[in-house]
């Protein structure tokens, strides 16, 4: 069983170490900051608003990465942003490296790559713009979305190439990422090739923002689900933090994916608000055929029986050891007041369903 060791907790971020029972070489974070809670949990958030919140939580990520004095050693003509074009520039790595650590001669690299689906299996094209330098030595820092993993496994076969053929070694790699347990299957893969060309190879790194969502397949047991592509909070190993948020309001739980296209969200609004909007008026439909706001709710985040405050406690205490009995009482307080016996009542009519997707929709259409 995967839990989350906390390592620091402010005002503007918490860090927290993902553990296991296993041994990896891989390094494993996972971080929580209030702009990224609100990317996952809003999907309004679009545009430059979205990648200056973006950019803001990166700067509070690479400032507070454990160990981060590791790497203020490293001359700062070392470090490389590779990005994967076009949702890794919503990471604004090449910004965040300034702000945190004052960098200003890091270099840049880019490469396209779009995947799409052919007789069940995912495929690249769009690959032909690449633009890469990167220095000998090289700490690499990466940023971008994580279901399949296709666009990463691809892209480092390009870049492994690359580095094999212009005899360049690689010492450390960084991975900021809203994504699934492929980014770990990916990584490990990558850390025994890049340990295999350098001997002397140092970090690989995984930072997971907000939480280890669960990618959709074709048996998740969803309505609405798009396999391959949504990032589910269901049954997924979240922050404490974002746990929490997730009362806030009645639509974050509910809401398809963790992030959606990261790519259109920036660059193509309409496009991107299209999808959103789609996802509520399929909800709509289920809903006018009798499904219910309970229902719907319990399908994408599981907090039965977090009424009884041991349970609760029983229960998320192995997900956070060491979370104190104060964060409980604010998690077990938020989810009965949620659950108080008025709502439960309405939420068991899809009535109460059809309300919120109409309401969604006009919110999304504005």
């Known amino acids: 069983m995967q839990y989350l060791e906390r390592i620091c907790h402010f005002p503007e971020i918490a860090y927290y170490e993902l553990k296991d029972l296993g041994r990896t070489e891989v390094e494993r974070y996972v971080l929580s900051t209030p702009q990224t809670r609100k990317i996952c949990n809003d999907p309004e958030v679009v ?8 950019q803001e939580a990166m700067v509070s990520g690479l400032k507070y990465l454990p160990r981060s004095e590791y790497f203020l050693k490293i001359p700062q003509q070392q470090f490389c942003v590779f990005t994967f074009l076009r949702g890794g520039l919503n990471f604004c790595l ?6 945190a650590y004052g960098f200003n001669h890091h270099t840049s690299s880019f490469m396209t790559s779009q995947r799409y689906m052919e007789d069940g299996q995912w495929h690249i094209k769009e690959n032909q713009y690449r633009k890469i330098k990167i220095p000998d030595n090289a700490t690499l820092l990466i940023g971008d979305v994580v279901a399949t993993g296709v666009t990463i496994e691809e892209g480092f076969n390009v870049l492994l ?19 699934c347990e492929n980014a770990e299957r ?41 396999p391959g592509t949504d990032l589910l909070r269901t049954d997924a190993l979240v922050t404490p933090e974002f746990a929490l948020s997730q009362y806030e309001e009645l639509s974050y739980p509910l809401e398809r994916c963790a992030i959606y296209d990261a790519g259109s969200r920036s660059f193509d609004i309409t496009e991107y608000f299209h ?24 399908e994408r985040w599981h907090d039965d029986g977090w009424e009884d ?19 409980m009482l604010q998690l077990h307080k938020a989810c ?19 309300e ?9 259409n504005r």
């Open 309 to 327: 405050f041991d349970a609760l406690t029983e229960q998320k205490s192995r997900e956070w050891p060491g979370v104190d009995k104060l964060f």
């Open 47 to 54: 545009g430059v608003q979205y990648t200056t919140l973006m």
């Open 161 to 179: 190439d690359y580095l094999r053929v212009n005899r360049i070694r690689l010492e450390n790699l960084i991975f900021f990422t809203i994504g």
């Open 356 to 364: 919120l997707c109409i309401k969604r929709i006009s919110e999304l």
């Open 94 to 99: 090449r910004e965040a490296l300034y702000h």
């Open 186 to 226: 990916i990584f490990k893969n990558i850390d025994e090739r890049l340990r295999k060309m350098n001997p002397s190879y140092g970090r690989t790194i995984i930072v997971y923002i907000e939480g280890k969502f669960n990618v959709a397949e074709e048996g998740t047991n969803l309505k609405i689900k798009i």
């Open 275 to 298: 999808d959103v909007i789609d996802y509520w008026a399929q909800m709509k439909k289920i809903a006018e055929r009798g499904f219910t706001l309970y229902e719907a709710m319990k």
């Open 336 to 354: 009965t007041e949620r659950w108080n016996a008025k709502f439960l009542e309405a939420a068991k009519s899809n009535k109460a369903l059809i």
